[in-house]
């Protein structure tokens, strides 16, 4: 059986010898983007590390609709479709504490984040960020949170994992709250303020005491990293890129922790060399999300380009009539997006498209939207496409097409536009 602990173990001692060995995290539950992540890790024989957070899947469903155990299956069917092995998917659970019901005071909130790690855990999960960095509504609203509640907090919840996971499958924790805000900045910034490699050191001596004060000595060795902010993070329309200079004090710090690597949150549209230089630094966990399904939006719009071009009529069938059929999605559910673009309406058009941050990810399983790429996908496959048309469009795809690499129907272009990100990664 392929055990986690052995794997990170591993992963960690490699990464801590300067190899910069290191695991993409997939942060997302876009049936596409699993299958590509899927397909790209059985090219390079690495597991599958795909992580869901606590607003997306939950005891009570979360925003997908999903519990732990549903996620599992849902993405053991994604498995099953693609021959992928499922004991090489490695299920993480981020951001799991009471960020959910910080409105509720401590004793509801913490009892529904035991639930929720229970829940988790149960289901496989077997990478556990605990995050009880959020102030719950007990809480002195006029004080900070002490760093020692947010440690005797998660070391509570590190006990109901302990208590709850399968026989043979121990998980492993991540620890730390340093984030970047999940999904990107929602506005301007001009700098990013960089963890103190004091603030790093403090919480880990923290953390360590607070599970000890419950006897989880034994979990405690199997606490593979802490969140840092290293520098990265993305919005809208900017992205701050990762420098090794303003890090190399973290990095310094972070390499006397033999077991302990860094995991960077936002690492989204970091080029290959940023991540490269996150890797020697001594981040080995590097999670990404948004930029997987913008890539794949970037394609599903490319494909409906072709579409039209190569439809001077309309189809049996009609147009997909993608573009708008996920823009009324969006008009029609402002929900997700409302809150994280500004402008007047030309504006907020455009950021709904093509905004960085992608809030359109909310909405691809929409049912409406669903049937309008299925009948995209159709009606690219049923008419052949010009060679210049699909290199305008697809540019990096065709190199692979006329290399008898890749044959071009719309899923696997589709999928080859999502595992360009994910190489680099790997690179």
């Known amino acids: 059986m392929f055990s986690t602990v052995d794997f990170f173990s591993d992963l960690i001692r490699q ?17 596409l983007v699993i299958a590509a992540a899927m397909q790209h890790c059985r090219r390079t024989g690495k597991p599958l590390l795909l992580e869901a957070t606590a607003n997306q899947v939950n005891q009570f469903g979360g925003y997908t609709g999903m519990t732990p155990a549903d996620f599992v299956s849902y993405v053991h069917g994604i498995a099953a479709r693609q021959d992928f092995d499922p004991e090489r998917i490695l299920f993480g659970g981020d951001h799991l504490g009471p960020l959910v019901w910080s409105d ?10 035991e639930a929720l790690v229970a829940a988790f855990a149960a289901a496989g999960f077997q990478k556990i960020h605990l995050d009880c960095s959020m102030r719950l509504a007990s809480d002195d609203p006029a004080a900070p949170l002490s760093p020692a509640a947010v440690a005797a907090r998660a070391a509570r919840l590190a006990a109901v994992a302990e208590a709850s996971h399968p026989a043979g499958r121990l998980p492993v924790y991540v620890v730390g709250s340093e984030v970047p805000i999940p999904g990107g900045a929602t506005t301007h910034e001009d700098a990013l303020a960089v963890t103190r490699p004091e603030a790093m050191q403090e919480e880990l001596t923290l953390f360590r005491a607070a599970f000890s004060a419950r ?11 802490i969140v840092v902010q290293p520098g990265v993070e993305f919005g809208d329309d900017q992205v701050f890129l990762y420098q090794h200079e303003q890090a190399k004090a973290l990095s310094a710090c972070a390499a006397a922790y033999p077991s302990i690597a860094m995991e960077g949150h936002s690492t989204d549209y970091q080029p290959e060399a940023c991540l490269s230089a996150m890797k020697r630094d001594g981040l080995a966990i590097l999670k990404v999300g948004p930029a997987l399904t913008f890539a794949m939006r970037s394609a599903l719009f490319a494909l409906e380009a072709i579409e039209r071009a190569v439809y001077p009529e309309t189809p049996a069938g009609g147009y997909s009539d993608f573009q708008a059929v996920l823009e009324a999605a969006m008009l029609a559910e402002p929900k997700n997006w409302i809150r994280h673009y500004h402008g007047d309406e030309a504006s907020l058009m455009l950021q709904r498209k093509y905004s960085l941050s992608d809030r359109c990810r909310y909405y691809m ?10 009948r995209l996908f159709r009606n690219f496959d049923a008419a052949p496409v010009p060679s210049g048309l699909l290199a305008q ?11 008898k690499r890749l044959t071009p129907d719309a899923e696997r272009l589709v999928f080859r536009q999502i595992q360009y990100v994910l190489e680099t990664y790997d690179a």
């Open 393 to 403: 469009f697809f540019p990096r795809q065709f190199d692979e097409v006329i290399a």
């Open 15 to 31: 990464n801590k010898s300067g190899s910069g060995a290191s695991v993409c995290s997939v942060c997302s539950a876009n049936a």
């Open 104 to 113: 509720e005071p401590e004793a509801e909130a913490m009892q529904k984040a």
């Open 365 to 374: 399983d929409t049912p409406s939207v669903q049937t309008a790429q299925a």
């Open 215 to 225: 006897q989880l000595d034994a979990a405690w060795q199997r606490v593979i990293a």
